[in-house]
């Protein structure tokens, strides 16, 4: 719904513009979009979508915050220079409480302590379980590469937990259609998401997310 709820402010905000810019060239009337700072909305608008698609985030924030900054500045709402003096304080107020929230709002947090791993290091690397072959948890790590991870053939036992790690590289879990997916992230300049639609009275498989300039993706 957020992701359709998005899409249509794209498209409404594009054709706004079309015809202001078209009805100007048409000589139907006299308005301009161009105003002290108007550049500026080509950083904010795009965050917010991200913020209403994906919810807020450390780096949309942010880069958000910066737009609107400079937006004040050049239209002199508020001090000149303010932004340099302000900016890496932010950035580390908006980092700290987005994981003070994420740690507060984490709940029981399940993991997993077994030996299976799978791992892309400065390459790519895939994996896909055999027919009926019973699931109930592995470390899935991406550094500098992409894994692809494949578990749709597999049996999820309930509770079944995936570490996973991006770290300027992204992982993508397949599962089967009949298991519920509990996502707990910790993102810096990276996401997580999940597509599984939850369903009651399915098995559970827990993942866990620490994302640094990369990517979780679950399907």
């Not at 050049?74 to 220079?81: K, T, V």
């Not at 992204?170 to 990276?190: E, S, Y």
Request: glycine share 14%; proline share 4%.
């Amino acid at each position: 719904m957020r992701e359709k709820i998005a899409n249509c402010l794209w498209g409404l905000v594009l054709i706004a513009v079309g015809v202001i810019i078209g009805g100007r060239v048409m000589g139907f009337w006299e308005f301009s979009v161009f105003f002290p700072g108007w550049w500026t909305f080509f950083i904010i608008f795009p965050c917010f979508i991200s913020m209403l698609k994906n919810g807020p985030g450390p780096v949309n924030t942010i880069i958000m915050l910066c737009g609107i900054l400079i937006l004040l500045e050049i239209n002199d709402i508020i001090e000149g220079g303010i932004i340099a003096k302000l900016l890496v304080p932010a950035v580390f107020l908006i980092i700290g409480i987005f994981i003070l929230v994420g740690s507060i709002g984490a709940g029981v947090r399940h993991h997993y302590n077994g030996k299976q791993a799978y791992t892309a290091t400065f390459a790519g690397n895939s994996a896909k379980t055999s027919d009926g072959e019973p699931f109930s948890g592995c470390n899935a790590e991406a550094v500098f590469g992409g894994l692809d991870l494949d578990l749709r053939n597999a049996v999820i036992e309930d509770g079944a937990v995936i570490e996973t790690v991006a770290i300027f590289g992204g992982v993508d879990i397949k599962v089967p259609a009949d298991v519920n997916v509990k996502l707990k992230r910790t993102a810096l300049f990276g996401g997580a998401k999940s597509h599984v639609k939850s369903h009651a009275g399915r098995p559970v498989l827990y993942v866990n997310a620490l994302c640094m300039f990369g990517g979780v993706d679950i399907k």
